[in-house]
C-alpha cells in the first residue's frame, strides 16, 4: 500500500516532526516547541505551540487529540476535546492543552502533548427540508437504545 505523504513545514528551532510510536499507531505524536517550560495551572488552558505547518490534503483532515498517558497520569488534554486542522490550513498548529487536574503541570521544550490522526471525510451539502425519512428510533435521544 502506498502511504499519503503529509508535507510538513518546520516553522522555527526546535520543531519536531510528527512522529508515529509505534508501527501500526493511528497518531503521530505531536510536541511543544517552546523555548522554556511551560506551567499550566489546574483549570486553566494554555495554547501550547508546535513549530509545525501540515498541508493535509483536499477531503481529509488532521485531528488532534490527547495522548492516553498524558490525560490519564497529569490530567491533561486538548480543551476542546478533538481539535481539527482543515486542508486549506497553513498556519501553525496549536495545542489547546487543559489542565483537569488539582496540580499545576510542567510541559517541558519537546514534550509530546497531543496526536494527530489524518483520516478522510465526506464533503456534503445541507439542505432545507419539511420533513425527514421516519425510522424505528425516531427522536429517541440520549440513551434512548439502551445503557
Known sequence: MTLPVIRVK?????????????AYAA??????????????????????????AVEIPQYFAGLIYARSGLAAKRGLAPANKVGVVDADYRG????????HSATAQEIAPGE???????????????????????TVRGAGGFGSTGS
Open 112 to 134: 509530546r502533548v497531543a496526536q494527530l490522526v489524518v483520516t478522510p471525510f465526506l464533503p456534503v451539502n445541507y439542505q432545507a427540508a419539511d420533513a425527514l425519512d421516519e
Open 27 to 52: 497518531g503521530a505524536d505531536l510536541s511543544a516547541c517552546l523555548d522554556a517550560p511551560m506551567t499550566i495551572a489546574p483549570g486553566e488552558t494554555r495554547m501550547i505551540p508546535t513549530g509545525l
Open 92 to 99: 501553525e498548529v496549536m495545542v489547546a492543552l487543559h489542565n
Open 10 to 22: 518546520l516553522l522555527r528551532e526546535g520543531a519536531v516532526l510528527p512522529a508515529f510510536g509505534s
